[in-house]
DNA sequence: ATTTAATCGAGACGGTACGTCATGTCTTCGG
DNA sequence: CCGAAGACATGACGTACCGTCTCGATTAAAT
């Protein structure tokens, strides 16, 4: 299923086949290749929609009439590979699988790194940011489906909330990928997911 | 204890001569202030180096030789309130004071919201980065305290990192500021402790 | 004949492809009509590009598009006035009515002043040196063209060289304009033409 | 003796030996200097004030204490070495030598060019300009000299003005250096001072 | 076959901010 | 009082990217 629908401007709901020349798929397509090209060259805050109009041999006045920004140009190019969803049978293997595959997409794969980007555009775009919000809320449902299939195996104490489980796991990531201070590796994804499952404070 | 002192370029440890014209605490003062003024009407990225002058009547010039550009000022002016160290005397008292009071300080302080652009900036310019993890290093020392004193007190399950405690407590935090997703209110802080304190497995 | 070709960054020879919005003529004539209308207030050195951009409304990205400096644009919006080409039917009438023209040229119209700093600019920009002497040679052509005429009336000494006079007509005349120390007025061009006429050494 | 007193500010009446540090020979001195080497590498434009303060080790403030900007410094360093005064005998020798001693001084003595800027300065500085007629002046006596003594020995014309010869004696020169569009060779200055003592007219 | 209309490329445009530079003044300390 | 050091306000510079606009040329479905 494709991405970024509400920046994206046009994809209406119904082609309605009026008369006109039809959307070039040619120049979608060159768009988002070049983008991605680029982004594994340039970090985010170095591409800018000129560069990519040169380089695609797209307009300027063609990539706006499809998408609003480059926020929402990239939206699209950089979020087309998914995380895998894991399903390893235990909870603990099933969230640092996940985390791991989290590490792994922005390590191996340069253009994912323009997430941060797009972190940043949605800060202060309250229109992208509901766009944003979308996306990672796909990426988000991966671990409520984690948590909620634990629950069905009883893996999981009573009263506790997927969403804040959710929000735990993702905030470990994000704090570490934004702020940088310390690496995002295995040990981390397992270290994170052994404190969450036992708990802080001792019990028994 | 001053902040932002890195990215700040003088400051220098020792005063060393003291020929030439002093430093001007009234240009020194009035950039940070009209930086506040500015941030609680703007957004981050809608304030500019050169309306901060404007306003200021400090040259470009000036602010220039004295901060390396608008993330270095505003990291600044907008850091300076500073978010309480709480102890209540209990680990769960601890920390949902702790993120209760960086909740506050978002909500009620409209230049903290600075936070926002002062990370994005960070996220493409290491040199700053670097400042920034200074920053944020040493309100994340907050956290390490509530938790290195928990342990004291017998309130600490063993092996129990103080480093990913604090990337939990933080990543929650910034999960929701970033993204958007759900409001941060106390309802929230009390979920994440009480879900970090118990673990999310079963036990006993 | 159109003047300032050089600089001016445009003006293709062909106007080959017919793609792509076309130059605007209102943004070209906006920044010609408002350099002229500064310049018979402001001296060339008090005018800047900043100020014609926000005078004309046409963007600094523009101007600067299509002329490369300040002198470029002054270099066609201040000489678009003509030096009458005089033909009075002798040597000495054409030297005088032309010296004469120069002098209420820059006497009577004020942007004709700007060649001062035109001047100026070219004594250290050898790419708008060599435009300078383009424009100059035009003018200097009217010398040229009255010494030939006066040669073919047989009002020439045998052996004296057009370019010379020039040399000492223009000379006489960019000499008491740029240094000031005398009026540039119909007695010096007398004096000047009557001198040079006659020679200063006495004969037979 | 010494040139550029007007605008220099000091070198008062009466010394007056009033109290306070007295003005240090050293300073001036190295202004000077440090001004004639820059010049040696550096066109005018290219030269600023700060960069002889900072290398001749002489602060700001007291650079502007004793002149009042650039044109000041340039004028007293760049005009010291004198234009020699020809005295060969005949009207025309002299002229031929005194335009030759001018070629030879800008073309041999790079600090000598910067007498382009120190003349663009004057177009758009009253005052300075008022110093540079001094100056100019002063070279314009040597002129006038050679003319007053060729009358002397009955080589002028009746009825000639020496302030007009010296006009079109500088004339020409002025007008090939700033404009550039012939070489100062001695061929000029002969073609020059023969076309000016004949006349261009046909005579007896 | 001919309209019709939305597309495409090229690229110029106004706007806004950037970070740098030179000028001439000012402010301290020490000689 | 002078000199060195150097901070300061002013104002211009030329560049960059943004998102909009204006062209003539394409391209198919609808006439």
Redesign the interface.
């Known amino acids: 299923m494709s991405r970024a629908e509400a920046t994206n401007r046009a994809n209406p709901a119904t082609p309605a086949t009026t008369a006109g020349r039809p959307r070039s798929k040619r120049a979608h397509a060159a768009v988002l290749e070049t983008t991605r090209e680029l982004l594994s060259t340039l970090?985010?805050?170095?591409l800018s929609v000129d560069r990519i109009a040169a380089e695609s041999g797209v307009s300027k006045r063609t990539i706006y009439r499809w998408w609003s920004n480059k926020a929402a140009i990239v939206m699209e190019a950089a979020t087309a590979t998914d995380i895998p969803a894991p399903d390893t049978g235990t909870?603990r293997g099933d969230l640092v699988a996940l985390l791991v595959g989290i590490f792994d997409n922005v390590a191996t794969h340069r253009p994912a790194q323009a997430i941060?980007?797009l972190?940043?555009e949605?800060?202060?775009d309250p229109a992208f940011?509901e766009d944003?919000?979308g996306y990672?809320?796909r990426r988000?449902q991966l671990c409520l489906e984690i948590?909620i299939r634990a629950a069905a195996r009883?893996?999981?104490?009573?009263g506790?909330?997927p969403?804040?489980?959710a929000?735990?796991v993702?905030?470990?990531?994000?704090?570490?990928f934004?702020?940088?201070?310390?690496p995002l590796d295995r040990a981390?994804a397992e270290?994170?997911v052994d404190?969450?499952?036992?708990?802080?404070?001792?019990?028994?």
């Open positions: 970090t985010y805050d170095q909870l941060r980007g972190l940043c949605a800060q202060f940011a944003f919000r990672i809320g988000r948590v009883h893996e999981l104490r009573a506790v909330q969403e804040i489980v929000d735990l993702y905030g470990a990531y994000w704090n570490r934004l702020i940088g201070h310390a981390f270290q994170v404190t969450l499952l036992a708990g802080i404070e001792p019990h028994g």
